[in-house]
């Protein structure tokens, strides 16, 4: 038997103002974004908004719907519209943030499972890492250099090859 280890390194900042500039705006940009949500059921609001590496800018926002399971997580609206408006065009950077009824919003959450295999896809597919920023309304700043990182021993194209 082997035992073996997956870490990942991820940088933690206090506050958004510890950001590069750029980096702000996109963050302030998805804090904004999650007013387009439509979520009247789990009254949970995601907004992302990604820099694609062409500069062009794509937003995102989580779309429920009556029959569960076929709501729409703000991260793969946004990869859709990315790859619908500019097809094959990688995204180089995506902010994601939340706010909700009765929830703080005061810490970065992490993509759902769903998410990170759309993100890791979608890296793989185009053949560039894609750079989070994770944060709250407000509070610490996750920034995560790879998608795929969020998402060990992913099941891949190459399984289906």
Known sequence: MKETKFEFNYKVYDSIEELPEQE??????????????YAPYSHFQVGAVARLVNGEIITGSNQENASFPVGLCAERVLLASASS???RVPV???????????????????PCGICRQSL???????????????????GPVYVIDNAKALLPL????EELR
């Open 24 to 37: 702000q705006w996109l963050l302030n940009e998805a804090r904004e974004v999650t007013a387009n949500a």
């Open 85 to 87: 408006v500019f097809p």
């Open 92 to 110: 180089d950077v995506m902010a994601i943030s939340y706010k909700g009824e009765g929830h703080a919003s005061d810490h970065p959450i992490s």
């Open 120 to 138: 890791q896809e979608f890296e793989s597919r185009l053949g560039h890492p894609i750079k989070l920023i994770l944060g709250g309304m407000t």
């Open 154 to 157: 992913a099941f891949t194209s």
